[in-house]
């Protein structure tokens, strides 16, 4: 058993007055949840290509394939329950009064574990839009036979997320950008920091003077940007940083966690 390790550094950050915290969390949050990520083990990427079920040209070509992979992940979904890095997430916002958290995921299940106003940049799986009108369609699907949903415009309805090539929600992304150049504190949770512009919000908050904090088991394409990387599982990570700032619990270390060490990139 390893400890965790959260520093002195990162708690006085946290503890500090006013301070503002962003999180930008990714597929990893809800992998242990039971949602396969895109890009590590046992990830969507690994099986499938992202051009043929995640961008506007596949749904084009072939809408049933696409709409298939998307009904089996609402499914899971729907049977997936909130695990204690987003309940977690949801207490941060309740206890601070500067906290934005940003998502890539799509799977609501932040907003299911209590936090208010997530800002969701690739929209979300269980809401469908219109392809054409853009128009929100509910949550409608394909029908009990297989049938492909169609827009009273006569457009392919599509399930309301951002596919590769197409633009984020502008006001949410603003939103976003606004929070990482006010951050002191910026969080990257269970992303692998491929994916932009989500990515790029790290280097924002950096030029801002953010102290940076990457969660996550596996080294990450930006993690040397990161002043901090704490390698190990969100839903047992995020709660022990929860314990040292909300519950006054004594700093330094404690055990009981498995495969969690941190490194420290001093500039
Ligand atoms: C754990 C863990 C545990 C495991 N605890 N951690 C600049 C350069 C090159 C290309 C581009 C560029 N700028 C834009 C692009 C193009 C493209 C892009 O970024 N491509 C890259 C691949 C290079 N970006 C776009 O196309 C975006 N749009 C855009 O830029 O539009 C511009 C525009 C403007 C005006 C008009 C038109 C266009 C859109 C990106 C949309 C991404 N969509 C997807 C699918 C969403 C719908 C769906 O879910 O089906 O979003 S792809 C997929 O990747 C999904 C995710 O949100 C996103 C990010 O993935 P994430 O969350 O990081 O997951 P993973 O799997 O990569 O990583 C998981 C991590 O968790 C790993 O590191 C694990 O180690 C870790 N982990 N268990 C903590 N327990
Ligand atoms: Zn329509």
């Known amino acids: 058993m390893s400890p965790i390790v959260i520093s002195e550094r990162l708690i006085d950050a946290l503890t500090a007055d006013r301070v503002r915290v962003v999180v930008l969390t990714g597929a ?14 046992g990830g969507y990427w690994k099986s499938y290509r992202p051009e043929d079920l995640a961008t506007p040209e596949a749904f084009a070509r072939d809408p049933r394939t696409v709409w298939e992979w998307y009904a089996h992940r609402r499914r899971l979904v729907a049977g997936a329950e909130p695990n204690p890095a987003h309940i977690e997430l949801a207490r941060w916002e309740m206890s601070l009064a500067g906290f934005t958290l940003i998502t890539q995921n799509v799977d ?70 606004e929070a990482a150049e006010r951050a002191d504190v910026y969080f990257s949770i269970g992303t692998s920091s491929i994916v932009q512009p989500a990515a790029d919000l790290a280097y924002v908050a ?62």
């Open 28 to 41: 990893g949050v809800s992998a242990e949840s039971g949602i396969p990520t895109f890009r590590s083990a």
């Open 108 to 177: 609501g299940l932040h907003r299911r574990a209590g936090s208010r106003q997530p800002f969701e940049l690739h929209g979300n799986i269980t809401e469908s839009i219109c392809h054409r009108c853009r128009q929100s369609q509910g949550s409608v699907g394909l029908g009990p036979k297989g049938e492909l949903p169609a827009c009273a415009c006569g457009g392919k309805i599509r399930p309301a997320v951002v596919w590769f090539g197409e633009p984020l929600p502008q006001r949410t992304l603003q939103l976003a950008g």
């Open 206 to 267: 950096k030029e801002a003077g953010a102290y940076l904090i990457e969660i996550n088991p596996e080294e990450t394409a930006m993690s040397r940007l990161f002043d901090e990387c704490l390698r190990g599982p969100a839903g047992a990570i995020v709660p022990e940083i929860g314990k040292r700032v909300f519950d006054g619990e004594s700093h330094g270390i404690t055990s009981g966690v498995k495969d969690i060490h941190v490194e420290s990139h001093e500039s």
